[in-house]
DNA sequence: CGAAAATTTGAGATGGATCAAACGTCGTGG
DNA sequence: CCACGACGTTTGATCCATCTCAAATTTTCG
């Protein structure tokens, strides 16, 4: 039947395209899920609102022009970062996919703080009016939304606390820790505990507060004493349960996880 | 004339009373003025919502009750901070009068950190209803708001800075130069440049990431220099430009300010 | 005045920085 | 396919900013 044929190619077309689009908001619609457990049709409605989607290569900054859009992870890596006037430059916080870039968008004042990809990434736009409406009309999603952005704080504070009173050992430990219940909750971490982090260890150092060569030494001694390994950009987490207790990690400050 | 005497004495007392409750919320007026420059009306209508003040001795942890009311320091001197599982303490900022002293109200989200004062402090209150119809009937009233809370955001972010790649002696100094145009901020700072902070150097320790000792001895060091006094809780910037030159120092997060 | 808290000083230890060089890996162009 | 260069990782050696421990001194305050 030429005719049902027809349709059904045109439907796997339609599905195909679906699909495609559904791909690159999939890790927004695990983290909306994971923030509120919205349900499905309210995680669609967020999902459609992507626009302008555009992939950026890594070490590019990214303009916020915070009045209009906001700016969505949709895939890849990015980072908030600081400089000073000596030209070094301060790591803030790591973006994963499904994060929203930047929630200064909620209080208007653009913050002076800038963000970067650090890999290939892919970028979704929406519009902060379609945004706004949407928030009014459920209010889960706007909950989802200002829930986002509490966490966003806690990271900063969390961070704060890494730098004032972690060891070396302690502020990789809990990076990856963190990074791996982050990367947990938009469904990045495969069965074998690991997860794509294709940061250099020179980033790692400004992230931490640490040197390149000290990042370096501190990795080793993980690695040796088997509860990490890093390799080609991957983390995986060999002993989840020694590096926490190594580290300190709670995730609380991180919203409900379900750490296994 | 008696009548005319009478009604002076009874104007009298009733401007003495309102210069009473004026009083203690001037820093919060102070604060609402520079963050958006509002209109007395404005600032007055704010202020009239202050219920319930309270005076709390120094240390004392802060309940923060974010479902229904926002607290804010009408004076003295409280702090964010965070404990780790060893007991150890990270301050993670100040908060100076004129403060909302949390501002997760925005998010409903309790975040985990606490709230503690430093030194005898007034506390007032503002129901949460309150606030947000005055925000949704003078929109400059929530802009200030929701500003306040960016430079929160900011503060945090300058201390990773701090903490990630300054020196103790930058690290000291900043701080003192943010406490400098805060305190300013709110008519804190007096003629000769100098503010009321009295915490003990072990607190500028746990502020900073640095011990108790070398708090000290930074402190040692940049009095001899003649760029600062600290002496009964008071500090002096004897030489502003050459301390802001020393650590770096660039109000911009902070939002507008007049640094003379 | 006496006790507790805060500041100051001294001496010694160390975590992490810095500098420099070697090594591995990967993409590019000849 | 190889040579090259750029970049990241690793290693070694040395240095120093800051920590820790301990005790003396000063200030605060009941």
Same mark, same amino acid.
């Given at each position: 039947?030429?005719?049902? =044929?027809?349709?059904?190619?045109?439907?796997?077309?339609?599905?195909?395209?679906?699909?495609?689009?559904?791909?690159?908001?999939?890790?927004?619609?695990?983290?909306?899920?994971?923030?509120?457990?919205?349900?499905?049709?309210?995680?669609?409605?967020?999902?459609?609102?992507?626009?302008?989607?555009?992939?950026?290569?890594?070490?590019?900054?990214?303009?916020?022009?915070?009045?209009?859009?906001?700016?969505?992870?949709?895939?890849?890596?990015?980072?908030?970062?600081?400089?000073?006037?000596?030209?070094?430059?301060?790591?803030?916080?790591?973006?994963?996919?499904?994060?929203?870039?930047?929630?200064?968008?909620?209080?208007?004042?653009?913050?002076?703080?800038?963000?970067?990809?650090?890999?290939?990434?892919?970028?979704?736009?929406?519009?902060?009016?379609?945004?706004?409406?949407?928030?009014?009309?459920?209010?889960?999603?706007?909950?989802?939304?200002?829930?986002?952005?509490?966490?966003?704080? !806690?990271?900063?504070?969390?961070? =704060?606390? @890494?730098?004032?009173?972690?060891?070396?050992?302690?502020?990789?430990?809990? %990076? %990856?820790?963190?990074?791996?219940?982050?990367?947990? !909750?938009?469904?990045?971490?495969?069965? @074998?505990? @690991?997860?794509?982090?294709?940061?250099?260890?020179?980033? %790692?150092?400004?992230?931490?507060?640490?040197?390149?060569?000290?990042?370096?030494?501190?990795?080793?001694?993980?690695?040796?004493?088997?509860?990490?390994?890093?390799?080609?950009?991957?983390?995986?987490?060999?002993?989840?349960?020694? %590096?926490?207790?190594?580290?300190?990690?709670?995730?609380?400050?991180?919203?409900?996880?379900?750490?296994?």
């Amino acid at each position: 039947m030429p005719a049902l =044929v027809g349709t059904r190619t045109i439907t796997t077309d339609l599905l195909s395209l679906h699909t495609a689009a559904a791909d690159a908001t999939r890790h927004l619609a695990a983290r909306l899920r994971h923030l509120e457990n919205l349900a499905p049709t309210e995680i669609d409605a967020v999902c459609r609102q992507v626009r302008r989607m555009s992939t950026m290569p890594a070490y590019e900054e990214m303009q916020k022009e915070a009045q209009r859009e906001v700016s969505v992870l949709l895939s890849g890596l990015a980072c908030h970062f600081n400089l000073m006037s000596n030209g070094r430059r301060q790591i803030a916080g790591f973006i994963v996919p499904g994060d929203i870039c930047d929630y200064s968008f909620l209080t208007g004042d653009g913050a002076k703080g800038h963000i970067m990809t650090l890999t290939t990434s892919q970028i979704g736009r929406i519009a902060i009016s379609n945004l706004t409406e949407l928030c009014d009309q459920h209010p889960r999603i706007m909950r989802a939304v200002l829930r986002g952005s509490s966490i966003e704080l !806690a990271l900063v504070q969390e961070r =704060v606390v @890494s730098l004032g009173l972690r060891t070396a050992l302690e502020r990789v430990g809990h %990076l %990856l820790c963190e990074m791996y219940v982050r990367m947990d !909750a938009v469904g990045l971490v495969s069965d @074998s505990n @690991s997860y794509h982090f294709p940061v250099t260890q020179a980033e %790692l150092g400004e992230a931490l507060g640490l040197s390149t060569v000290h990042v370096n030494r501190t990795l080793q001694v993980m690695r040796k004493s088997g509860v990490i390994t890093m390799r080609n950009g991957t983390v995986t987490i060999e002993d989840l349960d020694r %590096l926490r207790a190594e580290c300190g990690f709670d995730p609380a400050y991180l919203g409900t996880s379900r750490l296994h």
